[in-house]
């Protein structure tokens, strides 16, 4: 059987990919910082699916978690056939009157703690010339967020560094997606302390199951990049190709401050 590792598993977009790989017979590595979460979810997986699932409590902001996350899977002799790296969150606000620290903590997550875990599995993959990562990134990719400056500009990082990797590993047979959604039902809003107002601006909110399955469907495909979330966010996605973007962020500014 084959072997999924999922950052941010214990909620959202990770915790439907367990879902729907468990359904696979996938058995699953869940990291993320609940352990309660993480173990309930462990056993509605164990006990629905009849599959090996493995937690690790980690805080992938923390200098160390990820070299702890390479250990252990290497000590339980696991080979990670599928790396999901969803873990992320973002921050609303000025970013001048934002803490500074929560705003360093989404670059190391979002970014520092994606790239290690990347490097680290995808050179065994190479080695094995087969695997697949997945990197969870979002619209906002696709152009500067006001009022969610650093969140943005990590997930137009994942965006591009996944897109690279794509084109280097084809031929070593490895796939690389980066997975877009547009607004998606989990606590990303919550988190991020945006406003009520503006959360209901979306025309349309996915569930994390309708991303899951988008991004395996392009995963089989072998695509590089998939935006999941209907007709709206397929457009938001395009829009900087025809609209300046300084005229862009200025209309993205107004629209986005509470």
Known sequence: MQTALITGASGGIGKAFALELAARKINVVLVARSEEKLNQLASQLQQQYNVQVEVLVKD??????????FDAIKEKGFTIDLLI????FGDYGDFSERERERQIKIVQLNIQALVDLTHRFLSLMRQRNSGSIINVSSITAFQPM????????????ILNFSQALWAE???HGVRILCVCPGPTETNFFTEASFPKSLTGKANKI???????QDALRALERGDSTVVSGGIGSQFIS????F???????????KQFKG
């Open 238 to 241: 395009r829009l900087s190709r």
């Open 146 to 157: 006001p009022y969610l400056s650093v969140y943005s500009a990590s997930k137009a990082f």
């Open 60 to 69: 992938l902001t923390e200098p160390t978690a990820t070299q702890e996350v």
């Open 206 to 212: 996915a569930t994390a199951e309708e991303v899951v």
């Open 85 to 88: 790296n969803n873990a992320g």
């Open 243 to 253: 609209v300046p973007k300084q005229a862009l962020v200025s209309l993205l500014e």
């Open 169 to 171: 590993n084809r031929s």
